[in-house]
């Protein structure tokens, strides 16, 4: 079993960065590929990021790329996302979760969200 806990959201302007984290426990940690994924409101959840057991790979949906970079510390347990030149667009709230392999599609543990907002 794990559990996910983010932390990190909060309010900031267009142009501006935030870092999200996300704190694991659970012995098992390592094994996981880790993602990002968001909700806008009224919007469906979609996927943001995805980071490999041991950061050998990652991935993004085209709307973050080069703006925003996942990365893990499982000496932590913890999961990051630094989102830099944030825009409105990027308002949503921010859930980590956890898959099996690099390959599922189907998340295991999910955390409760953190929102982020950014203003105009």
């Known amino acids: 079993q794990v559990q996910l806990v983010e932390s990190g959201g909060g309010l900031v302007q267009a142009g501006g960065s935030l870092r999200l984290s996300c704190a694991a426990s659970?012995?098992?940690?390592?094994?996981?590929?880790l993602n990002w994924f968001r909700q806008a409101p009224g919007k469906e959840r979609e996927f943001v990021a995805r980071i490999d057991w041991n950061s050998a790979r990652t991935y993004y949906t085209d709307s973050v790329k080069g703006r925003f970079t996942i990365s893990r510390d499982n000496a932590e347990n913890t999961l990051y996302l630094q989102m830099n030149s944030l825009k409105p667009d990027d308002t949503a709230v921010y859930y980590c979760?956890?898959?099996?392999?690099?390959?599922?599609?189907?998340?295991?543990?999910w955390g409760q969200g953190t929102q982020v907002t950014v203003s105009s």
């Open positions: 659970g012995h098992t940690f390592s094994t996981y590929a």
């Open positions: 979760a956890a898959a099996d392999s690099w390959n599922s599609a189907t998340m295991k543990y």
